[in-house]
């Protein structure tokens, strides 16, 4: 409850990271959500990765929606802003905040609800333009808030809690995010932690729009026999292609990877995504292709999870816009006004 | 048809051209209205124009005013220059007994399509333009010059001033150059030979201009945009307000880029909808920018959750509404002031929000600029209320001016030394009792300063709340604030009569020029009435004094509901008989004339003696 405050102490051994801070650093408030959300399970992994990677918490913009998803970056980085704004408007706020400061670092928080019904328009035009953030959707199959409607994300045949079968065809956020240009996207699930640390914190090092589906079973109102996005049938189907390690800095891999087992991605920032192949074909520089084992693989009941499509050389709207490299939000006066002068010329030109 | 003497008049008559949309002609009829201005004698133009980009039929309409008059005069047209067959009916029929008709006389017409109480005059411009030119694009575009050429001759125009406009447009481009002033002469000496020169239409030169510029009030109002320190531009396009938003990026062009690397310090962005344009501005104000956007009341609608959060949040946002005729699609190319009660109140629950009414470019400029500071001091959205008549026309102001020594108010920040001193952070906490209270930008502090924004209920310290009195203190809050932005916003002018007057008459916007001249024509009626123009809500408290020193008030908007006078009525809480509404609404902007006879007609009844007094 977020009106608890959580205990400080700490047990005095407690890891620390490069910066000296300990996992308690990262926290927020205590959740609210349903004991056993996966949902929380996510907000664990958003900690662990901005823990491995020794972000300073402050550096942080949580930016989410409405809903039960939108609620949780009141539950991870306390000393992080965070923006709980109107429903499914996550994407243009975030675009805003990022353009205003290019030196943060975006995570964008939504729902399926918020970004696959509400807000699929601004879903899809944050992607196109690129902009630099972590693009997290904690998809559920349903509206929990407002108790168990199915959301635009249900699969076509599954049932609700009350036995109700979805006659509509489930969006797969995934694929949009692949044929608008996202250039990091991964999908993963709340409950296997080892995949989903390492990509999100492959998708913070990246720059340019990352998108992460997180397939997170809501335990109040889609975790039934039926469901097809509950803890049972998504352990079932998983069909992971490969699992991530991420290298921060210039340190070389001490890793021992057995040859040929893994794809070195370098990034922008000289971080490395090591791809450990499970699907021995799959190639995650392939989009189309990764678009078309998407598809199959749907049709046979699967879900793919892994990080499934990066671009190491891509662009961000800053880039597009070629905006000055100091944050536009600390230009002053001399930066920004033309001043009379240059006003008495404009006035001579319009006699 | 009995004999009508024709019109005379120097330096005070309507002209009217008539032409087909994407025909080229806007240039050549601007160019007219410069000429004008150029002989010192004030103008005041104005485009009526279709939701079209070809082929339908398109005006502009120029008033030409020594008096200086610039609003739309109204009562017809003195001078039409009928350049398309399709409303050439409707155009003869809107020329004034005595007046004028100008027409391409190349194919004869019948009798029938003229009229007799007014003066022909026939110039064979497709002739004269196909013996000149074989290229059909040259053909249309050098004949609305040498129409304008035949127009100078007419009008006892100075060639020399047409020359060198045209000299200035095409600089450096020596070819375009000859080729007009070419094609000036074509049109002029044709008419000195072939027709009486002049007629009783005349410009004669003046010194009534001044150093007064000639700018459109959207060009204006992102001018105000770039010296204000607006760095976010995000917009969706709709008109009368796309033009506002393309030019903040001209500008940009030219005087925002870094001049080492020649990075822009700015962003624009064209986005999916107006939810999106509002939601970049709200992020980008909420992270420490300056951040605007340009629209219409249509969008105005699709941006009303946002603009309840930005009140609920105190996120500042910048929202330039250049109103048009609504509701639903209305009239999208024709002028109101139909958003005032849309934007006042905007968003479900209760909100209130600060409205700027500019009256030309001028102070379109400056108070862009000022939306800027306002939205930061007060955390909260301003709309900048312009419409199309001030938006889209060109408009004779003073110049824009801009004080080097002025500084922008970003309002109450705290940072991160005033937190390292250890000032007590709370983000809806009112330390100054103005209702306004601190923020920091996210990124401030690693362990000073963050909080979480939201637009559910909270309490000061921005933690979560649904406590009843919690609610109720931020709301209560809200309103001290709105109370402290009374004594920010611009105030009312006051211009009083001759003597003093029991009658007072309230306007804003764009309703200015033509109430300017309407109190002349009252005076000559001899109705008195004080003047008070409003320049933004929430009202000062000046406006209370001035309802209460007079005994009837009009108030002049050019919507049909009477909005404005609504808003008096709602927030001052007085007596609405006594408020006389006068409303014009027909897409047209307001005229001296119409309003004059309106208020001169309530007048004259006023006069009637009461029927008690006459029986006692």
Request: aromatic content about 8%; some cysteine.
């Amino acid at each position: 409850m977020t009106y608890i405050a959580k205990p400080k102490f700490h047990h005095p051994g407690i890891k620390t990271n490069a910066l000296g801070f300990t996992h308690r650093d990262y926290e927020g408030k205590i959740s609210t959500l349903c004991a056993g959300c996966g949902h929380d399970s996510i907000t664990a992994s958003i900690i662990e990765a901005c823990f491995e990677l020794s972000i300073e918490p402050h550096r942080v913009a949580k930016i989410s929606g409405i809903g039960c998803s939108s609620k949780t970056p009141d539950y991870f980085l306390g000393n992080s802003h965070g923006f709980n704004s109107v429903h499914g408007r996550m994407p243009s706020v975030l675009t805003g905040a990022n353009l205003a400061n290019r030196e943060l670092i975006y995570l964008g928080v939504s729902g399926d609800g918020d970004s696959a019904s509400i807000g699929f328009g601004q879903f899809a035009h944050a992607i196109r333009r690129g902009v630099n953030m972590t693009y997290v959707v904690e998809n559920n199959g349903v509206y929990g808030l407002t108790k168990g409607q199915f959301s635009a994300t249900a699969d076509r045949g599954s049932k609700s809690k009350k036995g109700i079968t979805n006659t509509d065809n489930a969006i797969d956020l995934v694929g949009i995010a692949l044929q608008l240009g996202a250039t990091y996207v991964a999908r993963s699930f709340s409950g296997d932690k080892k995949q989903l640390v390492p990509i999100i914190a492959g998708a913070i090092q990246h720059k340019g729009a990352a998108f992460i589906d997180v397939v997170s079973p809501c335990i109040a109102f889609n975790n039934h026999a039926g469901s097809t996005k509950s803890y049972d049938y998504v352990r079932e189907h998983n069909d992971a292609v490969n699992r991530l390690d991420v290298f921060t800095g210039r340190d070389p891999i001490t890793v021992d990877y057995a040859p040929g087992t893994v794809q070195i991605v370098e990034q922008h920032d000289g971080s490395r995504l090591a791809l450990r192949k499970i699907d021995a074909d799959y190639d995650p520089h392939d989009r189309l292709g990764a678009m078309t084992f998407l598809q199959k693989h749907a049709a046979q009941g699967q879900i793919v999870t892994g990080l499934l499509y990066v671009d190491p050389d891509s662009e961000d709207l800053h880039s597009h816009l070629n905006t000055v490299e100091q944050p536009l939000n600390r230009l002053e006066a001399a930066d920004l006004c033309p001043g009379s002068t240059a006003l008495d010329k404009i006035n001579a030109s319009l006699r | 048809m009995p004999q009508q003497a024709p019109l005379s008049s120097v330096n005070d008559f309507v002209v009217r051209f008539a032409n087909v949309n994407g025909s080229g002609s806007a240039s050549a009829n601007e160019l007219f209205a410069r000429a004008v201005l150029r002989h010192g004698v004030p103008v005041s133009p104005r485009n009526i124009f279709p939701s079209n980009i070809q082929g339908l039929p398109t005006w502009y309409e120029v008033r030409v005013t020594e008096a200086g008059h610039l609003g739309a005069r109204g009562g017809g047209t003195d001078l039409m220059v009928a350049m398309n067959p399709q409303t050439w009916d409707k155009d003869v029929a809107g020329i004034v007994p005595g007046g004028y008709l100008f027409y391409d006389s190349t194919k004869p017409m019948p009798s029938t399509k003229f009229r007799g109480d007014i003066t022909v005059i026939g110039v064979p411009l497709t002739a004269i333009t196909n013996s000149t030119y074989t290229d059909p694009r040259q053909r249309q575009l050098f004949k609305n010059i040498i129409y304008l050429g035949a127009l100078c001759a007419l009008l006892d125009m100075d060639p020399k001033l047409i020359e060198q406009l045209i000299g200035e447009q095409y600089k450096g481009k020596e070819k375009l150059l000859s080729s007009n002033v070419h094609a000036l002469h074509l049109g002029r000496d044709w008419a000195l030979q072939n027709l009486k020169c002049p007629i009783g239409l005349r410009i004669r030169k003046a010194d009534k201009v001044g150093d007064r510029i000639f700018i459109e009030g959207n060009n204006a109002a992102a001018l105000g945009a770039v010296y204000g320190g607006a760095t976010v531009c995000a917009w969706y396009p709709i008109t009368p307000s796309s033009s506002l938003a393309e030019a903040f990026g001209n500008h940009c062009k030219k005087l925002r880029h870094d001049p080492k690397t020649g990075k822009a310090r700015y962003a624009i962005v064209q986005t999916e909808d107006e939810l999106a344009s509002i939601g970049v501005v709200i992020g980008a104000s909420w992270n420490g920018a300056r951040a605007f956007t340009t629209t219409s009341g249509p969008g105005i609608s699709l941006m009303t959750e946002f603009i309840g959060l930005s009140y609920f949040a105190e996120i500042p946002a910048v929202i330039m509404n250049v109103q048009r005729a609504g509701p639903s699609t209305g009239m999208p190319t024709r002028t109101q002031q139909c958003d005032v009660i849309a934007c006042a109140y905007a968003s479900h629950g209760d909100t209130k929000h600060v409205l700027l009414f500019p009256e030309d470019p001028a102070e379109a400029f400056e108070f862009a600029a000022t939306a800027f500071d306002l939205a930061e001091r007060l955390q909260t959205v301003i709309f900048l209320m312009l419409d199309l008549d001030i938006g889209m026309n060109q408009r004779l102001c003073r110049p824009l001016k801009w004080d080097d020594a002025r500084q922008y108010d970003r309002g109450k920040i705290m940072t991160a030394e005033m937190l390292d001193e250890g000032r007590d952070f709370g983000r809806y906490l009112d330390v100054d009792g103005d209702g306004i209270p601190y923020r920091t930008y996210p990124g401030t502090h690693p362990t000073k300063g963050s909080y979480f924004t939201r637009g559910t209920s909270r309490d000061r310290y921005a933690r979560y709340s649904e406590e009843g009195a919690v609610y109720a203190d931020n709301m209560q809050r809200l309103i001290r604030k709105f109370e402290t932005a009374q004594d920010l916003v611009p105030r009312p002018l006051q211009a009083n009569a001759a003597k003093p007057t029991r009658y007072g008459v309230i306007y804003f916007g764009s309703t200015a020029p033509a109430m300017d001249e309407a109190i002349e024509l009252l005076e000559a009626r001899g109705h008195l009435l004080d003047r008070l123009r409003i320049r933004a809500f929430p009202f000062h408290s000046s406006v209370a004094s001035f309802l209460a020193e007079h005994d009837f008030v009009y108030v002049v908007e050019q919507n049909r509901d009477a909005q404005l006078r609504q808003l008096i009525v709602n927030e001052n809480g007085i007596d609405p008989v006594r408020l006389v509404p006068i409303l014009h609404y027909d897409g047209t902007p307001i005229t001296a004339r119409f309003i004059a006879d309106a208020i001169g007609d309530h007048q004259d009844h006023l006069k009637v003696t009461p029927l008690r007094k006459a029986v006692s």
